[in-house]
């Protein structure tokens, strides 16, 4: 980790698809959301990499879905935001489905 900066940064020989030997560089930050002054800070602890992808429920990616992604990807356009959490019916009153959203300032993706 770069302890100036608190960034978790590592890099990791690869091969890309065509067999060609590739170096990954990996840089990593983690924050911590304070909801009551609506801003991010720097975590005192950075999370470590995940090397591989990991799923709600056991291993199976069939029978599961992705709770955090690998950060070893050979090529990402953008960066990953990843907020966890859950949703409940509004109201308290059970449902069948009901509408979800996310935003982070003018970026918003809804779900049902």
Not at 48 to 66: H, K, M
Not at 85 to 103: E, R
Request: glycine letters at 8%; proline letters at 4%; charged letters at 25%.
């Amino acid at each position: 980790m770069f302890e100036r900066s608190r960034y978790r940064a590592g890099f990791f020989p690869s091969n890309n698809a065509r067999g060609n030997d590739v170096l990954l560089f990996v840089i990593k930050r983690t924050y911590n959301i304070d909801l009551v002054e609506g801003v991010c800070r720097v975590a005192d602890t950075q999370e470590d990499f995940v090397y591989g992808d990991e799923y709600l429920n056991g291993d199976d990616p069939f029978a599961s879905s992705i709770r955090l992604e690998s950060d070893l990807a050979p090529w990402k356009s953008a960066q990953d935001i990843i907020f966890v959490g859950k949703a409940y019916a509004p109201n308290g009153k059970a449902k069948a489905s009901w509408d979800v959203s996310l935003q982070v300032g003018a970026h918003k993706h809804s779900l049902r």
